[in-house]
């Protein structure tokens, strides 16, 4: 035995060979990097950015063969199943659950548990700047096309301004998978920046006076009504927008099992243990989309570190902000229509990031005046906002799938 090839064999297969030769795994290694940091020190949404952190960083490590997305290139349909099955490394048969659209409608369901839509049900009209709070999406898109964008893909891009992660994930991966990664993280990263994004937005399209609004209470809903909302939900939705149908079909059973008292432990289940699972797989298996170099047709990178992703996050941050003001101008419009019994900030938490924003509508109110509690009220608009960004991903699926 030659200890010299020996030597010379192991450091030519090392991943430090392979860093050398793309510096673009360099650059990914050191962002996953930041992000752990961002996940663990500061704590920026830690449930699902430690997981894509890492998976980021794992796919990026030269030669350890867990990711291949050249596999997963080209025609969704003429992707091969079984190849992946056989000879795929662990994240790539993980990541058939991000392609096929499972992960996120189980997290969906796991929301839909832990979701109680008693405010908003309570005051109907909350479901109004839910909707309105999707503007953001329809902006982006807009945004996307004129820099060049296909539809589909700003389509993708344009769900970014529901704030809404597993639905961006779900409808990214049907429409322009190659985009996921940075969708991914532009989602959830600016859903953890949303106590630093909306504030400035609701102060400066809202008076002090606006601010102080002290809401009433409404009656509370009865566990019947409660039980029948989900049923009726889903076949309605369902009937308009047949392509959302997994998405709303496991919020409203999620609910449901929430709802019903007679599953307590499938709720209980649903809730944690699911819920914890599918947040593992689907978080390390996004990250893992997220390589620094994919060559694409003429040689072009069409991977992470592309000008594309530089113009997705800036867009990513507009679909937020027009989100945030789509909701707030309404609220206005509800606050002089109502007599000023309405206060506007509720309208921001139309976005669906659930409760962070109603939280945020809370907090603003409560500079204002002590005595406001905004939180209930605001989560009227918030779960509206998490059926409307699934509906609004729908129509998109339903025009560009």
Not at 91 to 97: A, Q, R, S, V
Not at 208 to 213: A, H, I, Q, S, Y
Not at 312 to 325: K, Y
Not at 357 to 373: D, H, I, L, T, Y
Request: aromatic fraction near 8%; charged fraction near 10%.
């Amino acid at each position: 035995m030659n200890i010299g090839n020996v030597l010379s064999n192991l450091w030519a297969t090392s991943g430090f060979v392979g860093l050398t030769a793309r510096w673009e795994n360099v650059v990914m290694i050191l962002i996953a990097c930041v992000l752990l940091y961002l996940a663990i020190v500061k704590k920026f949404e830690p449930l699902l950015l430690v997981g894509i952190a890492f998976g980021m960083l794992l796919s990026n490590l030269p030669y350890n063969g867990m990711m291949h997305m050249e596999l997963f290139q080209g025609d969704p349909a003429s992707i091969d199943y079984m190849n992946i099955l056989h000879h795929g490394g662990l994240l790539d048969i993980l990541y058939i659950g991000v392609k096929l659209g499972i992960y996120p409608c189980l997290i969906f369901m796991g929301v839909g548990a832990m979701t109680d839509f008693g405010p908003m049900m309570a005051r109907p009209s909350s479901m109004i700047l839910g909707a309105a709070a999707q503007l953001g999406v329809y902006c982006a898109f807009i945004l996307a096309i004129a820099l060049g964008f296909m539809p589909n893909e700003a389509a993708s891009i344009g769900i970014i301004g529901g704030a809404d992660g597993p639905t961006a994930i779900f409808l990214t991966a049907k429409l322009a998978p190659h985009l996921l990664g940075p969708i991914a993280i532009a989602a959830y990263s600016y859903m953890a920046l949303i106590p630093l994004i909306q504030p400035p937005i609701m102060r400066a399209l809202t008076s002090e006076t606006e601010r102080k609004v002290v809401m009433t209470q409404e009656k509370p809903v009865s566990k019947s009504t409660k039980i029948i909302f989900p049923i009726a939900v889903t076949i309605f939705i369902v009937l308009v927008l047949p392509s959302v149908a997994p998405l709303i079909g496991c919020l409203m059973l999620g609910n449901l099992f929430k709802e019903c008292l007679v599953v307590d432990r499938l709720s209980d289940t649903t809730q944690n243990a699911l819920m914890n699972i599918v947040t593992i797989f689907l978080s390390l298996t996004v990250g893992a989309t997220s390589v620094g170099y994919i060559e694409g047709p003429g040689g072009v990178n069409i991977g992470f570190l592309s000008v594309s992703t530089l113009k997705i996050i800036v867009l990513g941050l507009l679909a937020f902000s027009f989100s945030t003001a789509g909701g707030l101008v309404f609220g206005k419009i509800m606050y002089r229509l109502s007599g000023g019994k309405i206060n506007p900030l509720i309208g921001s938490a139309g976005v669906s990031a659930v409760p962070m924003a109603a939280r945020v509508s809370q907090v603003e109110g409560q500079k204002a005046n002590p005595a406001n509690f905004l939180l209930m009220h605001a989560m009227g608009p918030n779960v509206a906002g998490v059926i409307g960004s699934a509906v609004a991903a729908g129509f998109l699926l339903a025009v560009f799938g």
